[in-house]
């Protein structure tokens, strides 16, 4: 990758360090020889552990005290997928260029603070992504049923109308700045009350975000399906509308263009469910004549 000049490339052992430059000395030292020990380190707290990846919330001594910092292992779940290793840069590698695209448009983010490669032969053992962690933050869908949902009266109308203009406004900056991310959903958003009495937006799952010369619509359009099919499950209309006028900016008075961009969402929306409720059927189907045989 091309390197930011926050970090620096350290050998250690088999690991290939991609680390933040101030913190070099006392990160490699922590990370070791073999970062799955993190793991199982005292006070680790397992946040999601599947195939493909394992996340968790780690404390990192460095120098007088100790950082919270997730950490997240791209697992080597396959022969397969190991062998495709060779020629493609790591999970782990792929997040940090992430943020490095992210920081270099002003968007926020989770602050890097290392990512590890462990390879053999050219292919990958694993890789592991440390970020520090936002304190207090919620994911966006925990954040609009915990802390906007519950609220009543004018007040509360007014922060859920403030918070997803401000979604509309992250997913704007994003787009206009030619950036995309491939799974913009709002367990991907975390949010973080800010001393103004609003909310401070940062990504997450970095390891599919790239910068096009130019983002096409398409695009443009399965970002916002994405949201509209996990955070738009707890929104109105009028909701809706608020994101979309702060998404479009000046255009949303264009009614033509708004009528193609709601019937555009709603209709690959509506696709994607249609062909998630077959799936689900029938496998449902199957467990049913697997447990009747």
């Not at 206009?176 to 949010?191: C, E, G, M």
């Not at 990504?203 to 399906?225: A, C, H, S, T």
């Not at 949201?227 to 929104?235: A, D, E, I, Q, S």
Request: charge should be positive; proline fraction near 2%.
């Amino acid at each position: 990758m091309h390197q930011d000049p926050e970090f620096i490339l350290e050998k250690h052992g088999s690991l290939s360090i991609h680390v933040v430059r101030t913190l070099a000395q006392e990160l490699i030292s922590s990370i070791g020889q073999d970062p799955d020990h993190f793991f199982h380190s005292a006070g680790c707290e397992i946040i999601k552990d599947q195939r493909k990846i394992k996340v968790a919330r780690i404390k990192v001594k460095i120098r007088e005290g100790a950082k919270t910092v997730y950490l997240k292992r791209y697992n080597a779940f396959s022969w397969r997928y190991r062998f495709g290793s060779i020629f493609q840069s790591s999970g782990a590698v792929r997040s940090l260029r992430g943020a490095v695209i992210l920081s270099e448009s002003g968007i926020p983010t989770v602050h890097p603070l290392a990512a590890v490669d462990s390879r053999s032969w050219g292919m990958l053992n694993g890789s592991f992504f440390l970020s520090e962690e936002v304190e207090n933050g919620k994911t966006a869908d925990a954040y609009w049923r915990e802390e906007l949902a519950t609220k009543k009266g004018k007040e509360g109308m007014q922060r859920r109308k403030r918070f997803v203009g401000a979604v509309g406004g992250l997913f704007r900056s994003l787009h206009q700045r030619d950036i995309y991310h491939n799974d913009l959903k709002d367990a991907n958003i975390l949010v973080r009350p800010d001393s103004s009495g609003g909310e401070q937006l940062y990504l997450l799952d970095l390891e599919g975000i790239r910068r096009y010369r130019k983002l096409n619509r398409r695009r443009q359009i399965k970002n916002l399906v994405q949201l509209n099919r996990t955070l738009g499950k707890y929104l109105r209309a009028t909701d809706k509308l608020r994101f979309l006028e702060s998404y479009l900016g000046p255009s949303f008075s264009n009614r033509s263009d708004k009528r193609d961009w709601v019937a555009s969402v709603l209709r690959q929306s509506h696709r994607l469910d249609r062909r998630r409720n077959i799936k689900v059927s029938s496998l449902a189907m199957a467990g049913n004549a697997a447990g009747q045989s």
